[in-house]
């Protein structure tokens, strides 16, 4: 990590009745490379991303990237956007709706002399295979086409910082999958530090190396996506992360089944809680496992969702294929099982 491409944020600003902190560092290059700043809405995301851009001033704490120090809340320092080494890549992309590709792209080289300017410009359209769009208005570009030319302006000042704030949240569900893979195919080449927000796990696990769980303006934990995924360090984490099925210690006693199952376990030592995701809860008709009676059963694609009352409420998702031969509807007595090793156990 050197100090040319190293950023270290600890800050805080006060938004509404929240305040927001965070703490942390990045540098360019290798596996972490790539920080998603994750949670549910009003987590504090996007305000921490405008407070590292230069959007927004920190009531608190110091913002450094490359050993030069651009908010420092004790002293009164402050870097503008402008002098800041970023790209920034906004949620609708914000290009300019009167001003064709090359000319949204020219816009963000900046003051260089224009026979720079004009090879830069070419240059970046070679590089996103946009060239032969080059003339085109925002208006006439798919979100595909239009997403390579927001990330081409955001790196036409060649930033040491790249910084995209929900870059696929405005999509559908379809385009948002396709464009996903392709905003990975364009990122990973780019050797600069990047921090990415969203509140898709699909999206963070592509995308990212390393995640930082937020929560009313709290970061809750911070590692590689997958390990924190895989194994979250709190109930809070695990619910904000996607396990459909969080239950709390004192849940567990009253349901010897359940509680005999996470007894049996070895890591059962000084934890508060147990999750475990939904695709890993078997339904049958009948069996050896937890009986419980079906609440309410509802279509999601080539899956089933259903939830089963089990004196705990669990959350199952199976293929519609295996449901149908299940042929239970809501109030039917179920029996449910859960695979081995799907469980995690956390702080409460």
């Given at each position: 990590?050197t100090?040319?491409?190293?950023?270290e944020?600890?800050?805080g600003?006060?938004?509404g009745e929240?305040m927001v902190r965070a703490?942390f560092a990045?540098?360019?290059?290798?596996?972490?490379r790539?920080l998603?700043?994750?949670?549910?809405?009003?987590s504090?995301k996007?305000?921490?991303?405008r407070?590292?851009?230069g959007?927004?001033?920190?009531?608190e704490g110091?913002?450094?990237?490359?050993?030069?120090?651009?908010s420092?809340?004790?002293?009164?320092?402050?870097?503008?956007?402008?002098y800041?080494?970023i790209?920034?890549?906004?949620?609708d992309y914000?290009?300019?709706?009167?001003l064709?590709?090359?000319?949204n792209?020219?816009?963000?080289?900046?003051?260089?002399?224009a026979?720079?300017?004009k090879?830069?410009?070419?240059?970046?359209l070679?590089?996103?295979?946009i060239?032969d769009?080059?003339?085109?208005k925002?208006?006439?570009?798919?979100?595909g086409q239009?997403?390579?030319?927001?990330?081409?302006?955001a790196?036409?000042?060649?930033?040491?910082?790249l910084?995209l704030d929900?870059?696929?949240?405005?999509?559908d569900?379809?385009?948002?999958?396709?464009?996903?893979?392709?905003?990975r195919e364009?990122?990973e080449?780019?050797?600069?530090?990047?921090?990415?927000v969203t509140?898709?796990?699909?999206?963070?696990?592509?995308?990212?190396?390393?995640?930082?769980v937020l929560?009313a303006?709290?970061?809750?934990?911070m590692?590689?996506?997958r390990?924190?995924?895989?194994s979250?360090c709190?109930?809070?984490v695990?619910?904000?992360v996607g396990f459909?099925?969080?239950?709390?210690h004192a849940?567990?006693?009253?349901?010897p089944?359940l509680?005999?199952?996470?007894n049996?376990?070895?890591?059962n030592?000084?934890w508060?809680?147990v999750?475990f995701?939904?695709?890993?809860v078997?339904?049958?008709?009948?069996?050896?496992g937890l009986?419980?009676?079906?609440t309410?059963?509802?279509?999601?694609?080539p899956?089933v969702?259903m939830?089963i009352?089990?004196g705990?409420?669990?959350?199952?998702l199976?293929?519609a294929?295996t449901?149908?031969?299940?042929?239970a509807?809501?109030g039917?007595?179920v029996?449910?099982r859960?695979?081995?090793?799907?469980?995690?156990?956390?702080?409460?």
């Amino acid at each position: 990590m050197t100090d040319a491409t190293r950023l270290e944020a600890r800050l805080g600003k006060r938004r509404g009745e929240m305040m927001v902190r965070a703490d942390f560092a990045l540098a360019g290059g290798g596996e972490d490379r790539v920080l998603v700043l994750f949670g549910p809405s009003a987590s504090g995301k996007s305000t921490i991303l405008r407070c590292l851009a230069g959007l927004e001033r920190p009531d608190e704490g110091r913002v450094s990237f490359g050993g030069e120090i651009w908010s420092d809340a004790a002293s009164g320092k402050f870097v503008a956007p402008q002098y800041r080494s970023i790209g920034f890549m906004a949620q609708d992309y914000a290009l300019f709706p009167h001003l064709d590709v090359r000319e949204n792209i020219a816009y963000g080289v900046g003051a260089r002399n224009a026979t720079e300017a004009k090879a830069r410009v070419g240059e970046l359209l070679e590089r996103f295979g946009i060239g032969d769009v080059a003339s085109r208005k925002p208006a006439e570009l798919s979100g595909g086409q239009q997403q390579r030319v927001a990330l081409a302006r955001a790196l036409a000042r060649e930033p040491g910082l790249l910084l995209l704030d929900e870059p696929l949240s405005a999509l559908d569900a379809p385009t948002r999958m396709t464009l996903r893979r392709e905003l990975r195919e364009v990122i990973e080449p780019i050797e600069i530090p990047a921090i990415v927000v969203t509140h898709d796990p699909a999206e963070a696990e592509l995308l990212g190396h390393t995640v930082l769980v937020l929560d009313a303006g709290q970061v809750l934990q911070m590692g590689p996506v997958r390990e924190v995924f895989a194994s979250p360090c709190s109930r809070r984490v695990a619910e904000i992360v996607g396990f459909e099925n969080v239950v709390g210690h004192a849940d567990l006693k009253n349901h010897p089944q359940l509680l005999s199952i996470v007894n049996n376990n070895a890591e059962n030592r000084a934890w508060g809680a147990v999750c475990f995701r939904a695709h890993a809860v078997e339904v049958m008709r009948s069996g050896s496992g937890l009986r419980g009676r079906l609440t309410h059963i509802e279509p999601e694609g080539p899956l089933v969702r259903m939830e089963i009352d089990c004196g705990v409420a669990l959350v199952a998702l199976v293929p519609a294929a295996t449901w149908g031969t299940v042929a239970a509807r809501i109030g039917d007595e179920v029996v449910c099982r859960v695979s081995d090793g799907a469980w995690r156990f956390v702080a409460d």
